[in-house]
């Protein structure tokens, strides 16, 4: 099937009203065509349209039980529970002694004010003060948990891209503006997401800093700021709103710190090309 | 601690693909009602909306790992997965022969949707007010493909036999439709 032949077939490819052999046919085509792909995405997002016509109903609460019970129950599930173990532990240790931290201070420091407030005010002022910064310590460890939380899902994220053996792997050139600097660009096996590896680079300053761009047909957009340890270390996740195939290039390019630019404002310290799928 | 809620759908399919409940539990949240809805607008039946509806968000579970994001954005693609089972289930009941005596869609009803309420609620009728909109402004013949097609679950050679138009024909109004509900929705993302 040539370009041709599938940009007819594709509106009816995304109502879903081809045979299955017409639909083999293009989807066979779109997996070596990137152009069709980017035609069929607009195709389906019409299609998607199409669905919110329908009178919107809202399905029972059971439907809801019955469907995560059935899920629950399936092999998968069991799978991931082994797997998860060490993500559950780590959970409890966090979440888990935190909450019954917070709880039994508070707890204590209620029986304690009552007990004293019978003879002594003064220090039950003293005790609500204690109680606050508590308080505040509690908070600020919950965010500290929150931020690691985060940092974890995101290292899982990217072991999940390492380990795949479908990914693309993009070697970065430095321009010389930077000299030393070098990088890499790890595409995840379905072109959605990547991750961004550089080295060689400046340690970021409250000045200035790295943002990672994508290109096509010379139209960048940010994806997001690199940050740069110490070593010149620096990792980003990619997780741009188009698959990162469907751009040309790869640019980091150093950058005031704020405001963020709407567009490069230099060369690339570092920049490659990526390969269509 | 992790809030669900906060992830983007692909960040939830991804997780979904490795076996985390919770983030099937929040994608389902999101999508259950549109699902359901489409379901229970193309079977007219309650009882097997629910049910494809379950089937649906199973196979999800089970094939998460198949998305793919040049096939569309996580909403698209999970939409025209959905609408691709509904079909079957149409398909396998016209084997039976047991809804010869149905009644096609000749229009969409334009009652505003009054069975649930939401803060999102305004703004999704604004979206279906302007997709219905699209579909009243396309001529007789290219809105009757389109319906046929996504809404009875036709393909276009079952669509050129039932109006007894040569296939190119059907084909053509397909492509002019589409192309024109895409000028009329201006490109607008559906996410």
């Known amino acids: 099937m040539d370009c041709k032949e599938a940009e007819e077939l594709l509106p009816a490819y995304a109502l879903n009203a081809l045979s299955p052999q017409e639909a083999a046919s293009v989807e066979a085509h779109l997996d070596t065509c990137p152009w069709c792909a980017a035609l069929f995405l607009e195709h389906v997002q019409v299609a998607a349209a199409l669905a919110q016509a329908a009178e919107r109903f809202q399905p029972p609460q059971r439907l809801k039980d019955i469907t995560l019970r059935a899920v629950r129950g399936h092999p998968r599930q069991r799978e991931r529970s082994r797997r998860s173990f060490l993500w559950k532990g780590w959970r409890s240790l966090t979440a888990g002694h935190l909450a019954v931290g917070t709880a039994s201070i508070a707890v204590l420091l209620i029986v304690i004010g009552l007990v004293l407030g019978l003879r002594m005010s003064n220090e039950i002022d003293d005790l609500r003060q204690e109680n606050l910064e508590l308080v505040t310590q509690v908070s600020q460890l919950a965010e500290d948990e929150e931020k690691l939380t985060d940092m974890f899902i995101e290292q899982r994220f990217v072991s999940y891209v390492i380990a795949s053996p479908d990914k693309q792997v993009l070697p970065l050139q430095g321009s010389g503006t930077v000299p030393g600097a070098q990088g890499m660009l790890l595409v995840a096996a379905r072109g959605g997401t990547g991750i961004l590896m550089a080295r060689g680079l400046e340690p970021s300053s409250g000045d200035e800093a790295y943002y990672v761009w994508l290109r096509k047909d010379g139209q960048p957009v940010t994806v997001g700021r690199l940050s740069v340890d110490e070593e010149g270390w620096g990792v980003l996740t990619l997780w741009p709103d188009q698959p990162i195939t469907l751009f040309q290039q790869v640019w980091v390019t150093a950058e005031p710190a704020a405001p963020e630019s709407p567009s490069p404002t230099g060369r690339p310290v570092l920049w490659g090309t990526i390969a269509p799928r | ?191």
């Open chain 2, 1 to 191: 601690m992790l809030n669900y809620n906060d992830l983007r759908d692909e960040q939830l399919i991804t997780l979904i693909a490795h076996g985390e409940k919770e983030a099937l539990e929040v994608f389902y949240n999101r999508y259950a009602a549109p699902v359901f809805s489409l379901a229970k607008y193309m079977l007219r039946e309650n009882g097997t909306a629910e049910e494809v509806t379950q089937d649906i968000f199973l196979n999800l579970w089970l094939k998460a790992s198949s998305y793919n994001p040049q096939r569309g954005t996580p909403r698209a693609w999970f939409m025209s997965v959905a609408h691709h089972r509904i079909i079957d289930v149409i398909k396998s009941r016209k084997r039976a022969a047991q809804s010869t005596n149905q009644v096609p869609h000749e229009l969409l009803d334009l009652y505003p949707s009054s069975h649930i309420s939401t803060e999102e609620e305004a703004h999704r009728n604004l979206d279906r007010e302007q997709i219905i909109t699209a579909l009243a402004s396309l001529p007789e013949e290219q809105r009757e493909v389109i319906i046929l097609a996504y809404f009875e679950g036709y393909s276009q050679s079952e669509i050129a036999s039932k109006l007894g138009q040569p296939l190119g024909t059907v084909k053509t109004r397909v492509r002019l439709a589409m192309q024109k509900l895409r000028a009329a929705l201006k490109y607008r993302e559906v996410e």
